[in-house]
């Protein structure tokens, strides 16, 4: 079942939401990327609408730089300083958390001082610097776990981060709170696997345990200059985690996954939504 650890996300400003330890299921759903200020704000006000009449918990999440992207000429985002203007102004308008991802140890001030949730891309989860940087911050890490790597290992990255939020505890500034996202495991050239049995090992840390359900079914480099996906998996990828004992899930969601600028191929349409969070809560409903 759920993890005892409970993090606390947000408040003042937003919400203060709850995840583990028999919380409701939270939702961290959003664009992959911030396209541009009016689409993001949109998208935001979408999202959070579904996500209040289904009753779920909800941060919302884009990035303001992809900076793992297949091809050098792809969509990157609009950067550090408009994206986090645009994430503050999905913040006070929409009235939501926000959860945006780091990639360098430099970035974790800035960004801490704007976001609520700070996230590791899964290629960074082993890089010291950046997890003790975003713990620093105090504020909750979310940490991808990587697709090369096994799910016991997840403990060590947290507890990397766990060692920034020490330090920063000493000046009290908080004392640090983990989340392990599961995101799938390479497997052969070009596809990815999500081994159910890692959600248990994972929930050992007593962190709560997020499913990635779009990066999951996605095929890095499938489509030659960029990632392709298995879309129509999500659904049954949900069910399976959900029925595991996972505390939240991480949906890619955009309008038009067609012409999005980035992961095209694995967002889930804003029209498939709704739908599976009421399949997912009632499978959760029937555990409890």
């Known amino acids: 079942?759920?993890?005892?650890?409970?993090?606390?996300?947000?408040?003042?400003?937003?919400?203060?939401l709850r995840v583990g330890a028999g919380e409701p299921l939270l939702l961290i759903a959003g664009p992959c990327v911030i396209e541009s200020a009016e689409s993001c704000l949109e998208q935001a006000k979408s999202v959070a609408q579904m996500a209040r009449d289904a009753g779920w918990p909800f941060v919302f999440k884009a990035s303001f730089d992809k900076?793992?992207?297949?091809?050098?000429?792809?969509?990157?985002?609009?950067?550090?300083?408009?994206?986090?203007r645009i994430l503050s102004e999905v913040r006070t308008k929409v009235g939501v958390p926000v959860l945006t991802d780091i990639h360098t140890p430099a970035q974790a001030k800035r960004v801490g001082e704007v976001v609520d949730v700070i996230q590791i891309p899964a290629f960074l989860c082993r890089q010291t610097d950046v997890l003790v940087a975003a713990g620093r911050t105090g504020k909750p890490v979310n940490i991808k776990k990587g697709q090369f790597l096994?799910?016991?290992?997840?403990?060590?990255?947290?507890?990397?981060?766990?060692?920034?939020?020490a330090e920063a505890d000493e000046s009290g500034s908080g004392a640090g709170a983990i989340m392990l996202t599961e995101r799938g495991t390479t497997f052969g050239h070009g596809d990815l696997v999500v081994d159910m049995r890692g959600f248990v090992i994972m929930r050992e840390t007593g962190w709560p345990v997020i499913f990635d359900a779009t990066h999951s079914v996605q095929r890095p480099g499938g489509r030659g200059a960029s990632s392709g996906g298995d879309?129509?998996?999500?659904?049954?990828?949900?069910?399976?985690?959900?029925?595991?004992?996972?505390?939240?899930?991480?949906?890619?969601?955009?309008?038009?996954?067609?012409?999005?600028?980035?992961?095209?191929?694995?967002?889930?349409?804003?029209?498939?939504?709704?739908?599976?969070l009421a399949q997912a809560k009632a499978i959760r409903e029937a555990l409890m």
């Open 150 to 165: 096994a799910p016991p290992l997840m403990a060590h990255a947290a507890a990397k981060a766990l060692a920034g939020a």
């Open 231 to 276: 879309r129509e998996m999500v659904d049954v990828l949900v069910r399976a985690a959900v029925a595991a004992g996972i505390d939240g899930l991480f949906i890619e969601t955009h309008p038009d996954p067609e012409q999005a600028l980035c992961d095209s191929a694995s967002q889930l349409p804003h029209s498939e939504l709704k739908g599976l």
């Open 1 to 16: 079942m759920p993890s005892g650890n409970v993090v606390e996300i947000g408040g003042g400003d937003v919400p203060r």
């Open 67 to 84: 900076a793992n992207r297949t091809s050098v000429e792809s969509y990157r985002g609009p950067g550090l300083d408009e994206g986090l």
